[in-house]
């Protein structure tokens, strides 16, 4: 089990860690005319924050628990990727994009197993 775990959070971390990069240094509005539409709704810094803890909750889910250093920290982290997740899923539905769910909800249910799991 603790395999699979460790599994599914380096998975998380690739997934998180890749997307929040992309925020952080791609500009907002030609990641909001492909695939980032909600990109439009956010201004700079609201996309920019988005990116950055979403790099940070991806250095959490492995470092705490990876150098035994205060590991409820990747609970934690998991608990707020899961956030993070719900926010997604909310701003397709209300941008009317039903389609884009499967991933964030796929995700969202990834980083509960870690949450659960980790406390």
């Given at each position: ?48 924050t ?27 982290a998991?608990v ?40």
């Open positions: 089990m603790e395999t699979a775990l460790w599994i599914v959070q380096a998975l998380l971390a690739a997934i998180f860690l890749t997307a929040g990069l992309t925020k952080l240094t791609q500009p907002r509005l030609t990641l909001a005319a492909g695939p980032m539409s909600w990109a439009a709704e956010v201004n700079d810094q609201q996309f920019r988005i990116g950055l803890l979403e790099v940070l909750g991806a250095v959490g889910l492995i470092l705490p628990a990876a150098l035994g250093i205060a590991p409820t920290l990747t609970a934690l998991a707020g990727l899961a956030l993070t997740m719900v926010g997604a899923i909310v701003t397709h539905l209300r941008m009317g994009e039903p389609e884009r769910l499967v991933m964030p909800i796929l995700v969202l249910v990834l980083a509960l197993i870690v949450a659960i799991e980790r406390f």
